[in-house]
């Protein structure tokens, strides 16, 4: 945390993406998380991939609920639409802004005690139902806005700060979106930005649910030794199973990769997804397979991190509802509310 | 690369822009924040320990810190490093008493200085308080060389250099006035310990061409000329006076010519403007007091009537440059120009002369007639006679001589110690950490907004009426403020400890100029392309830390980072912090390191 506002002075070569933005136009207002929270390094690995995709700011609506992660988009994009939800609400909340508005790209963004305790039900039917969105999930393992206390992602065996030991079985998100129909799954960690900030690309440009849990150490209240959310833990155990590459239509693929140690995947809207294989047995298109392997590896103490598991077919809630293609907001009252006449006719034709 | 050694001082000296830049290695971001805490006396002695002459300097240094300034590489212009070193001379309090005293009993070693300007004046003051009986030759009336006769008084008025001068006179030194040094070989007939020469580079260059002779009671020397407009034996000049030259000399004469009755003054260069010696301020005064600048125009010949000069005919040149970047002026063919005038300043170079130095004394003279020396220690081929300043290496500035006057007298005191001159004391050096709490520093870390403060002057009509009539006015402690402000305190150094790094990357997140990576090691080139922010100036180092936990190192860019303390503000283990390094170069009777 710091009083500080940052310096407005930049350097004369300041980067400028396609849209003539520097990086710091992606920026927020000055964190006031702990120095050293793992939730900031997330927030600028948001900005840079924003900054990186030439997203317009206006076009993006980020969505929180409450917690120490809920308050970081206060800290990124200062230029997009915002809504700090109720406690867990995030989800809803932003399904109905999602079928008012399908044109804007939805970022969510919670924390570990709002999607995995008072959340759980709004982020499992989120992912049920396949809602275009980037659901980030920073996790580290503790109520750290309570001062410490595990979350439901605790590890069993792992100790608090004080030393007590969590016997409670840990909720694995990763698996959840897996089982409940996320179409675009990775896990990552905050202090590996070079895997952290293609796969937030490669949410951001997906259609339909992605889902990413990030481990964000928690310096105040879970990083010291017995957490399993601690940077050091975290880098000691981390089992990536592949590198990603985020290529967007208009680049052109300029690295050479090894024969059969890459996997490629385009999405909906054209961009490409080059996986470096690191495991060369995992396939990240077999989600059974792909929950196996997460299970098998947790078993083990390993925590299994990359882009997991991708279905790059394009469903998602608007496709199951049939909606109209024009964003809802943009149809005018005349069309949303056709009047008396339409509903006797309608009620009508179902008698 | 390997992990930067920080525990050498010149590692973050060089951070300090304007310190390494300055020949005198003055610690300019501590007196600036002393400035900026009203603490003028303060600022004034820090200032007069390294340059000696802070109310002199601080009007007509040449500023060599001013380009090398921080804030001219991420902002427009540099911090007003030297009118802020006016401001400490103009607004401190009486000093007499932080002056240092010469011991009542003196060492017994009688030193002679030939010349009072800036070098000898700096040789004095540092042999004087460690007991030297110091005794200066001049042919003046008054002390400060050149200061005096050669820098119109509308930039420097008599009283500064009065003071400053007396300060070191007062220290007990001899000072013999109207007094011409024709024999150095005499002169060693009086036993003096050692001879300190500092005698400038009195000679202006001439032009040599046609009507010269002919017309010579119409054309000056520019040095000379402003000597006796200084000591006011000049006091009106023609209507029509041209200014051969493009150095700061040619700005001085022509302004001063457009103070003493000139109406129309040209100054006419042989080289583009930009590449002129003049500093640009220089030059802006001259333009914005009505002087033209002509360019690329080489004299050819002064016209004249039966010896009354009518004009100067010029060459049109072009400049072209060879493979190796070379100048060279070739004529561009067009006709000449002849541009009518009355009068003529010659100021296009000083030479150095030394008439009175016998050349079968055992001091060697190089093809240039410039004495051989140590560039070090400054001691010639006659091993108790030591030079500095212009005399020395060639015409430079009074910040030079300073500089040249301090290491002589260190050389002289090590030289009548029979201690070996190459044995250089090193410089006294602090690192300190500057925090205070949480968010707390004791230096206001948060960057300045504001653009370079301009000086407050008197209106040209009043000026241009009277040469003794200061310009400027100084900055107001107001302004004075508002320009320290824009000190991004550079000493303040960004100190890493590798041990404690948790890797986290919140000083990389939060840094306003991305100039910290944790990347791969490698060699320097290519570690340079491979930081978030590539570092482009290869002048500027890279801090490397040694290998962390995870394998990688943390490298940063020096050269934009801004000071602003937001690493270690949002560093959890206290990895960075803020630290000031404080560094004064070594005075004459410090002890070298023994090895």
């Given at each position: 945390?710091?009083?500080?506002?940052?310096?407005?002075?930049?350097?004369?070569?300041?980067?400028?993406?396609?849209?003539?933005?520097?990086?710091?136009?992606?920026?927020?207002?000055?964190?006031?998380?702990?120095?050293?929270?793992?939730?900031?390094?997330?927030?600028?690995?948001?900005?840079?991939?924003?900054?990186?995709?030439?997203?317009?700011?206006?076009?993006?609506?980020?969505?929180?609920?409450?917690?120490?992660?809920?308050?970081?988009?206060?800290?990124?994009?200062?230029?997009?639409?915002?809504?700090?939800?109720?406690?867990?609400?995030?989800?809803?909340?932003?399904?109905?802004?999602?079928?008012?508005?399908?044109?804007?790209?939805?970022?969510?963004?919670?924390?570990?005690?709002?999607?995995?305790?008072?959340?759980?039900?709004?982020?499992?039917?989120?992912?049920?139902?396949?809602?275009?969105?980037?659901?980030?999930?920073?996790?580290?393992?503790?109520?750290?806005?309570?001062?410490?206390?595990?979350?439901?992602?605790?590890?069993?065996?792992?100790?608090?700060?004080?030393?007590?030991?969590?016997?409670?079985?840990?909720?694995?998100?990763?698996?959840?979106?897996?089982?409940?129909?996320?179409?675009?799954?990775?896990?990552?960690?905050?202090?590996?930005?070079?895997?952290?900030?293609?796969?937030?690309?490669?949410?951001?440009?997906?259609?339909?649910?992605?889902?990413?849990?990030?481990?964000?150490?928690?310096?105040?209240?879970?990083?010291?030794?017995?957490?399993?959310?601690?940077?050091?833990?975290?880098?000691?155990?981390?089992?990536?199973?592949?590198?990603?590459?985020?290529?967007?239509?208009?680049?052109?693929?300029?690295?050479?990769?090894?024969?059969?140690?890459?996997?490629?995947?385009?999405?909906?809207?054209?961009?490409?997804?080059?996986?470096?294989?690191?495991?060369?047995?995992?396939?990240?298109?077999?989600?059974?397979?792909?929950?196996?392997?997460?299970?098998?590896?947790?078993?083990?103490?390993?925590?299994?991190?990359?882009?997991?598991?991708?279905?790059?077919?394009?469903?998602?809630?608007?496709?199951?509802?049939?909606?109209?293609?024009?964003?809802?907001?943009?149809?005018?009252?005349?069309?949303?509310?056709?009047?008396?006449?339409?509903?006797?006719?309608?009620?009508?034709?179902?008698? | 690369?390997?992990?930067?050694?920080?525990?050498?001082?010149?590692?973050?000296?060089?951070?300090?822009?304007?310190?390494?830049?300055?020949?005198?290695?003055?610690?300019?971001?501590?007196?600036?924040?002393?400035?900026?805490?009203?603490?003028?006396?303060?600022?004034?002695?820090?200032?007069?320990?390294?340059?000696?002459?802070?109310?002199i300097?601080?009007r007509v240094?040449?500023?060599?810190?001013?380009?090398?300034?921080?804030?001219?590489?991420?902002?427009?212009?540099?911090?007003?490093?030297?009118?802020?070193?006016?401001?400490?001379?103009?607004?401190?309090?009486?000093?007499?008493?932080?002056?240092?005293?010469?011991?009542?009993?003196?060492?017994?070693?009688?030193?002679?200085?030939?010349?009072?300007g800036?070098?000898?004046?700096?040789?004095?003051?540092?042999?004087?308080?460690?007991?030297?009986?110091?005794?200066?030759?001049?042919n003046g009336k008054t002390?400060g060389g050149m200061m005096r006769s050669q820098i119109p008084k509308f930039r420097l008025p008599d009283e500064v250099i009065d003071?400053?001068?007396?300060?070191?006179?007062?220290?007990?030194?001899?000072?013999?006035?109207?007094?011409?040094?024709?024999?150095?070989?005499?002169?060693?007939?009086?036993?003096?310990?050692?001879?300190?020469?500092?005698?400038g580079a009195p000679r202006g260059?001439d032009?040599?061409?046609?009507?010269?002779?002919?017309?010579a009671a119409h054309i000056h020397i520019g040095i000379d000329w402003l000597a006796n407009v200084a000591f006011g034996h000049t006091t009106k000049v023609s209507k029509r006076v041209i200014v051969l030259g493009?150095g700061n000399t040619a700005m001085d004469c022509c302004r001063s010519a457009r103070r003493l009755g000139g109406e129309e003054v040209k100054v006419?260069?042989?080289?583009?403007?930009?590449?002129?010696?003049a500093?640009?301020?220089e030059?802006?005064e001259a333009?914005?007091e009505?002087i033209?600048?002509?360019?690329?125009?080489?004299?050819?010949?002064?016209?004249?009537?039966?010896?009354?000069?009518?004009?100067?005919?010029?060459?049109?040149?072009?400049?072209?440059?060879?493979?190796?970047?070379?100048?060279?002026?070739?004529?561009?063919?067009?006709?000449?120009?002849?541009?009518?005038c009355d009068e003529v300043l010659v100021a296009i170079?000083q030479?150095?002369?030394?008439?009175?130095?016998?050349?079968?004394?055992?001091?060697?003279?190089?093809?240039?007639?410039?004495?051989?020396?140590?560039?070090?220690?400054?001691?010639?081929?006659?091993?108790?006679?030591?030079?500095?300043?212009?005399?020395?290496?060639?015409?430079?500035?009074?910040?030079?001589?300073?500089?040249?006057?301090?290491?002589?007298?260190?050389?002289?005191?090590?030289?009548?110690?029979?201690?070996?001159?190459?044995?250089?004391?090193?410089?006294?050096?602090?690192?300190?950490?500057?925090?205070?709490?949480?968010?707390?520093?004791?230096?206001?870390?948060?960057?300045?907004?504001?653009?370079?403060?301009?000086?407050?002057?008197?209106?040209?009509?009043k000026t241009l009426k009277d040469i003794k009539l200061e310009l400027?006015?100084?900055?107001?402690?107001?302004?004075?403020?508002?320009?320290?402000?824009?000190?991004?305190?550079?000493?303040?150094?960004?100190?890493?400890?590798?041990?404690?790094?948790?890797?986290?990357?919140?000083?990389?997140?939060?840094?306003?100029?991305?100039?910290?990576?944790?990347?791969?090691?490698?060699?320097?080139?290519?570690?340079?392309?491979?930081?978030?922010?590539?570092?482009?100036?290869?002048?500027?180092?890279?801090?490397?830390?040694?290998?962390?936990?995870?394998?990688?190192?943390?490298?940063?860019?020096?050269?934009?980072?801004?000071?602003?303390?937001?690493?270690?503000?949002?560093?959890?283990?206290?990895?960075?912090?803020?630290?000031?390094?404080?560094?004064?170069?070594?005075?004459?009777?410090?002890?070298?390191?023994?090895?």
């Amino acid at each position: 945390m710091t009083y500080l506002v940052k310096p407005k002075l930049l350097w004369d070569v300041a980067p400028k993406n396609a849209l003539g933005y520097t990086k710091r136009d992606y920026e927020g207002a000055i964190s006031t998380l702990c120095a050293g929270c793992g939730h900031d390094s997330i927030s600028a690995a948001v900005v840079q991939a924003c900054f990186d995709l030439d997203i317009q700011p206006h076009r993006v609506a980020k969505l929180s609920g409450i917690g120490c992660s809920s308050k970081t988009p206060d800290y990124f994009l200062g230029n997009s639409h915002g809504f700090n939800t109720t406690h867990g609400r995030m989800p809803s909340v932003l399904t109905g802004a999602a079928l008012a508005n399908r044109d804007l790209i939805y970022l969510g963004i919670s924390g570990d005690g709002d999607s995995a305790s008072i959340g759980i039900g709004q982020f499992a039917h989120a992912m049920r139902h396949g809602v275009n969105m980037t659901y980030i999930v920073e996790n580290n393992g503790v109520y750290g806005l309570t001062k410490g206390q595990f979350s439901a992602t605790a590890d069993k065996g792992s100790k608090s700060k004080r030393g007590v030991v969590n016997n409670d079985s840990p909720i694995d998100l990763v698996a959840l979106a897996l089982q409940l129909g996320a179409s675009y799954v990775a896990r990552s960690f905050s202090g590996d930005k070079e895997q952290l900030i293609p796969l937030i690309k490669g949410a951001l440009r997906h259609h339909g649910p992605a889902f990413i849990d990030v481990l964000s150490p928690c310096v105040t209240f879970n990083n010291h030794a017995g957490s399993t959310k601690s940077y050091d833990y975290v880098r000691e155990h981390n089992d990536a199973v592949n590198r990603l590459d985020f290529i967007l239509p208009r680049d052109q693929i300029s690295a050479s990769y090894a024969p059969g140690s890459l996997r490629r995947v385009v999405q909906h809207d054209g961009s490409v997804l080059l996986l470096r294989k690191l495991d060369t047995d995992y396939d990240p298109s077999d989600r059974v397979g792909a929950m196996n392997h997460l299970q098998e590896r947790h078993a083990i103490g390993e925590i299994v991190t990359g882009l997991l598991y991708v279905d790059s077919s394009g469903e998602d809630l608007h496709r199951h509802l049939n909606t109209v293609e024009k964003p809802l907001n943009q149809l005018g009252d005349a069309y949303l509310c056709p009047g008396s006449m339409a509903l006797t006719a309608l009620n009508a034709s179902l008698r | 690369m390997k992990p930067t050694n920080i525990g050498i001082p010149d590692y973050f000296h060089k951070v300090v822009d304007c310190q390494w830049a300055c020949p005198a290695h003055t610690p300019v971001p501590e007196y600036i924040r002393l400035i900026a805490a009203g603490r003028y006396s303060d600022a004034y002695m820090i200032n007069w320990r390294s340059n000696v002459f802070p109310g002199i300097l601080g009007r007509v240094c040449d500023r060599p810190c001013e380009p090398a300034c921080r804030r001219g590489r991420v902002d427009k212009e540099p911090v007003a490093i030297c009118r802020l070193k006016r401001v400490c001379a103009d607004l401190k309090d009486d000093i007499q008493d932080r002056l240092p005293q010469p011991p009542e009993k003196k060492n017994g070693k009688r030193i002679a200085c030939v010349g009072a300007g800036p070098a000898s004046l700096s040789v004095a003051r540092d042999l004087a308080v460690l007991g030297y009986q110091v005794t200066i030759f001049d042919n003046g009336k008054t002390p400060g060389g050149m200061m005096r006769s050669q820098i119109p008084k509308f930039r420097l008025p008599d009283e500064v250099i009065d003071e400053e001068c007396d300060y070191i006179i007062d220290l007990g030194v001899e000072m013999h006035y109207e007094h011409w040094v024709t024999s150095l070989r005499d002169m060693l007939k009086e036993h003096w310990d050692a001879v300190f020469v500092g005698t400038g580079a009195p000679r202006g260059r001439d032009a040599d061409i046609p009507g010269r002779k002919e017309a010579a009671a119409h054309i000056h020397i520019g040095i000379d000329w402003l000597a006796n407009v200084a000591f006011g034996h000049t006091t009106k000049v023609s209507k029509r006076v041209i200014v051969l030259g493009g150095g700061n000399t040619a700005m001085d004469c022509c302004r001063s010519a457009r103070r003493l009755g000139g109406e129309e003054v040209k100054v006419v260069v042989r080289s583009g403007y930009d590449e002129m010696k003049a500093s640009p301020w220089e030059k802006e005064e001259a333009v914005h007091e009505g002087i033209p600048i002509l360019n690329m125009l080489v004299p050819k010949e002064f016209q004249h009537d039966k010896g009354t000069l009518t004009g100067v005919l010029f060459e049109k040149v072009r400049a072209e440059y060879d493979d190796k970047g070379r100048r060279s002026l070739v004529p561009t063919g067009e006709p000449d120009e002849l541009m009518e005038c009355d009068e003529v300043l010659v100021a296009i170079g000083q030479e150095n002369a030394f008439p009175w130095i016998e050349k079968d004394i055992g001091l060697q003279f190089d093809k240039w007639g410039m004495p051989v020396l140590n560039p070090v220690t400054l001691q010639s081929t006659l091993s108790l006679v030591f030079f500095g300043g212009d005399a020395a290496l060639g015409p430079k500035n009074i910040i030079t001589a300073v500089a040249q006057g301090h290491e002589a007298a260190i050389s002289i005191d090590h030289y009548c110690r029979g201690r070996d001159l190459l044995q250089r004391p090193p410089p006294m050096t602090n690192l300190v950490s500057q925090k205070m709490g949480i968010h707390e520093w004791s230096y206001d870390n948060n960057v300045s907004e504001e653009a370079r403060k301009k000086v407050p002057t008197k209106t040209l009509k009043k000026t241009l009426k009277d040469i003794k009539l200061e310009l400027e006015i100084g900055f107001d402690p107001l302004l004075a403020c508002a320009e320290a402000d824009r000190c991004l305190n550079c000493d303040i150094e960004t100190v890493f400890t590798p041990k404690t790094c948790i890797e986290c990357d919140a000083c990389v997140d939060i840094c306003p100029t991305e100039c910290i990576t944790f990347t791969a090691n490698g060699e320097e080139d290519d570690l340079r392309v491979r930081l978030k922010a590539p570092a482009k100036n290869h002048d500027q180092a890279l801090y490397v830390s040694e290998t962390l936990k995870t394998g990688r190192v943390m490298v940063k860019d020096e050269n934009i980072c801004l000071h602003c303390g937001m690493c270690a503000e949002r560093c959890p283990t206290g990895a960075w912090d803020m630290q000031k390094f404080f560094l004064q170069t070594a005075e004459a009777g410090a002890e070298a390191r023994r090895t």
